[in-house]
T-cell receptor, first 112, second 117 residues
Framework: SQKIEQNSEALNIQEGKTATLTCNYT??????LQWYRQDPGRGPVFLLL?????KEKRKERLKVTFDTTLKQSLFHITASQPADSATYLC???????????FGAGTRLTVKP | GAVVSQHPSRVICKSGTSVKIECRSL??????MFWYRQFPKQSLMLMAT?????????EQGVEKDKFLINHASLTLSTLTVTSAHPEDSSFYIC?????????????FGPGTRLTVL
């Protein structure tokens, strides 16, 4: 069966450090992979999209990698801040328009 | 930026009643709207996809007659939970997409917390 696994339910890091979140998948061939941020009691907010033929994508302090051989995406937040504390979701899309599937998320806490 | 609203944000109802949740794209026309539900500490589960003017496409295991979806215009979709029961208590989130491509950004609403007593 198809699985999308995010490495840990929770991750605690110190302010200023780099947070690295992992998204692994099995029995899936995504054309795109997206990362979202979700705050408690709110809907997800889109952060980055990376295509299967792209290795890496950056946006300000965010960096995403996509390794289709390892079936894994890494999401990095550099120079983390307490305001980065939230749940981060990865979502995989096979590219047939209406088929995006989410991981359960990793709750990141950045301590001052 | 693109804004999606949901109403109500919270609703508490008695078992057996029906609840309607509205999802609106405020500053853009949404070709496609999606409805998700999310249980605590779990991922968003896609319930159905709707295109304006046509019937919704439901995911496997989602009862069409229980979760009625209407996408009457390019800015409004509604989800009606009929004869709600306590197990329907969840966080319901809609999203809207401007275009038809998977690379078009989905903009999510703030969610509706449904509690069925």
């Amino acid at each position: 069966s198809q699985k999308i696994e995010q490495n840990s339910e929770a991750l605690n890091i110190q302010e200023g450090k780099t947070a690295t979140l992992t998204c692994n998948y099995t029995n899936y061939s995504p054309a795109y992979l997206q990362w979202y941020r979700q705050d408690p009691g709110r809907g997800p907010v889109f952060l980055l999209l990376i295509r299967e033929n792209e290795k890496e994508k950056r946006k300000e302090r965010l960096k995403v990698t996509f390794d289709t051989t390892l079936k894994q995406s890494l999401f990095h937040i550099t120079a983390s801040q307490p305001a980065d504390s939230a749940t981060y979701l990865c979502a995989l899309d096979r590219g047939n328009n209406n088929d995006m599937r989410f991981g359960a998320g990793t709750r990141l806490t950045v301590k001052p | 930026g693109a804004v999606v609203s949901q109403h109500p944000s919270r609703v508490i109802c008695k078992s057996g009643t029906s609840v309607k949740i509205e999802c609106r794209s405020l500053d853009f026309q949404a070709t496609t709207m999606f409805w998700y539900r999310q249980f605590p500490k779990q991922s968003l589960m896609l319930m159905a996809t709707s295109n304006e003017g046509s019937k919704a496409t439901y995911e496997q295991g989602v009862e069409k007659d229980k979760f009625l979806i209407n996408h009457a215009s390019l800015t409004l979709s509604t989800l009606t939970v009929t004869s709600a029961h306590p197990e329907d208590s969840s966080f319901y989130i809609c999203s809207a997409r401007k275009g038809t491509s998977s690379t078009d950004t989905q903009y999510f609403g703030p969610g509706t917390r449904l509690t069925v007593l």
